[in-house]
């Protein structure tokens, strides 16, 4: 669930929902090694994973759009995951787009808005999610000490070896030598049921959308995944009228599985 918004002014302190408040988020930046920019009303562009993503994640792809676009890159740790702040309230994976249609932002603060393989439809998360926090969380109550343990335990929930590597990606070591995930799963369990909302109306074919971004927008669709499907996509229309759909014969990791591919679609995008 990657995320991502390009601005003419460099996004500082928002945060994009009255029930949480404002905290100062861990981050990289990836400074551009040519003085060539893509486009003219580009300054940065800024990154935000998805669910149990970090800014580690995509510090191979930033580096390399950073060199190939000639902007700044910044990568984020959302609330509750990398390196930042733990917080009993989070929005979860729609934030860019909830930033992008919020109505205290300055008109100016952003000049495009891309999400891949997710859309702004209100629906349930996918109940894997929540298998898998459960599973984490008795990984860590067992204090497994190395990562083939963890991994262990996790493959009777996900047979996929990819998914789990992304899931562990998340352990880290504790003084005395166990293995944790850094990520609040306590306080993370309860709040998943409720990540599938969104903050703003779609309307619908009588009543308009709540919000509208008139900027242009990206949205990269997974052919193999289920995350943007027929149903789902017409809020995204209702919501960015200025809306462009590109798929990519991939799963629901675009940038992961096609990474030169993913980052041509990116380009092409910045370019107009």
Known sequence: ?????????RLRGIHTSAACSALKLAYEHFKP?????????TSSVVICHG??????????????MARDYGVPIYTLDLRNHGESPHSETMAGGKVVMSVALDPELEDARVSGMISVDISPAVGDISTEFITYTKRMIEIDDARVTTRTEAD???????????VRQFLLTNLVRSDDGTLRF???LRYMLPQLEGIGSFPYAPGDDQT??????TKPSLFVKGEKSKYINSRNIRPAERFFPDFKLVKMDTGHWCQA???HEFKGIIRSFLEK
Do not use: C, I
């Open 182 to 184: 850094r990520n609040p």
């Open 51 to 64: 669910l149990y993503g970090s800014k580690q994640n995509w510090r191979s792809m930033a580096r390399a």
């Open 152 to 162: 262990d335990m996790l493959k009777d929930v996900e047979e996929d070896e990819v």
């Open 257 to 259: 599985e096609k990474p």
């Open 208 to 213: 308009p959308a709540e919000r509208t971004f």
């Open 1 to 9: 669930m990657l995320q991502l918004v390009h601005g003419a002014a």
């Open 33 to 41: 090694t040519t003085p060539s920019r893509l486009a003219s009303d």
